[in-house]
């Protein structure tokens, strides 16, 4: 009789915006025994709840007996809070103030913003929930007149992609003109960071990343 298969031992803790991309990168390297877990994307909404939303998923995690437990979010606006409850509970994260960072990588990223601070970024997930998070998260269906106030100081719109979808640049460049704003720029990132994130920081994935997934 063929062995039980080894219940995950490792978890990745992400934020809702990264779920398909997660999910994309374990499934692609056959990562197993690497379990995801995922808060709401909505906590970006209220960045103060985020670190000990995180803080108590972690707890969670070790009591069900996770031997290692890994953060995918950027600091995301918690003014250091996050890295602070994840130093205290010994919990590594990816590099990087928020996904926009560790998509572009962040060197790339610093020269995007230097070149243009005015940029509102856009990417996958943001592009297929532009209507739920953005016009309707904002209010600026039943109050279009807020458009100037929320988005007046910006100057152009940036879709960084992490698929090359046609569907999906459409429509990056339908929410721009929504916003008033040009498409300035489609970035093609891929999703390297998150599984060369995982790899370099759990040893059984690294010993299995002999092919790593790349996009």
Do not use: K
């Not at 499934?27 to 670190?51: F, S, Y």
């Not at 913003?113 to 532009?130: K, N, Q, S």
């Amino acid at each position: 009789m063929a062995a039980a298969p080894e219940p995950p031992r490792s978890l990745l803790i992400a934020c809702g915006a990264l779920a398909r991309e997660a999910r994309a990168a374990l499934a692609a390297n056959g990562w197993t025994h690497v379990a995801l877990a995922c808060l709401p994307a909505e906590l970006h909404n209220t960045p103060a709840r985020i670190p000990e939303a995180v803080r108590a998923r972690i707890r969670a995690a070790r009591r069900d007996g996770f031997a290692d437990v890994l953060c995918l979010y950027g600091d995301c606006g918690t003014g250091g809070m996050l890295d602070r409850v994840l130093a205290e509970e010994n919990v590594a994260r990816i590099d990087g103030p928020h996904c926009y960072g560790f998509y572009a990588g962040l060197e790339r990223f610093a020269a995007l913003h230097e070149a243009e601070p005015g940029t509102f970024y856009l990417t996958d997930f943001l592009v297929r929930h532009f209507e739920r998070l953005v016009i309707r998260g904002l209010g600026l269906d039943r109050h279009p007149e807020l458009r100037d106030a929320y988005f007046g100081h910006y100057r152009g719109v940036v879709y960084l992609a992490q698929t090359d979808d046609p569907a999906l640049t459409r429509a990056a460049e339908d929410a721009a003109a929504r916003l008033g704003l040009p498409l300035a720029a489609r970035i093609a990132t891929g999703h390297d960071a998150i599984a060369d994130f995982i790899a370099a920081r759990l040893p059984r994935a690294a010993a299995e990343a002999g092919s790593p997934w790349r996009s």
